[in-house]
């Protein structure tokens, strides 16, 4: 059970990435034959990216503590202080964009309002590259993990 | 076609987005206060059996009350998008360089 949720959240987190990249594009391609794919696409956003916060955050809350032991006992003693740290918490900033995009697409219509569309890519925009962040921070304290058993 | 004279978003986006500026802001400022005062740490800990279970409810709750009262709020008020999208974009930037500068030198 452990291995697998430490497996799914990112799998799910990186499944959301390509959402929302999906949605970027609809919305550079906006029109009223894609309005409705466009709103699909932002659904999955955000029901992806609440899975993945749920999965992610069941793993940290329940096994996190051996493996925090461990980091802070290794040469990547940093990579809880400031990496864990840092992406725990910025995971809430991600989230709440990708709560936020579904209803933007709900309420707006990028086909027409230009102030609309350039919101829907900067929101996209800001997803994608927190969410790249988060999975790199991911990776890091994995190898954290590594190093610290190494030793 | 694109109207470049309508970039006028909607009460419900504009309340919502500014409800996002706020949390997203408050995210950062609600690290510093739980990590800097061990009674706020403690006290988040023992309501949801987890400190960052408790930060996520208040962060997801706070976004959805904010918004429906922003949006209520100011009925009337349509915001520019372009503005919203770069008050949004701020936001997470000054958040995220927060936390960062936080944990680095905290």
Known sequence: MRELLLMVHPITGALAILATVWVFVETLNASERNRSRLLVGSIVVAVLMSITGVLGGYWYVVYYAADKAIILSGAWSFAHTLVMETKEHLFFVTLILSLLLPIIVRFEDPAKNRGAKTLILMISALIVLSAFAIEGAGAFISMAVRIGLMQ | MLN???????????????????????????????????????????????????????????FIILGFVFAQLWPKREMNGTRVAFLLAGATIIAGIGLVWFFLFA
């Open chain 2, 4 to 62: 470049n004279s309508n970039s006028s978003v909607s009460a419900t986006t504009t309340g919502f987005s500014i409800a996002a500026v706020v949390v997203i802001l408050a995210n950062t400022a609600l690290v510093v206060a739980k990590e800097t005062s061990s009674s706020l740490h403690d006290a988040m800990q023992a309501a949801l059996g987890h400190h960052w279970t408790t930060q996520g409810v208040i962060v997801i709750l706070a």
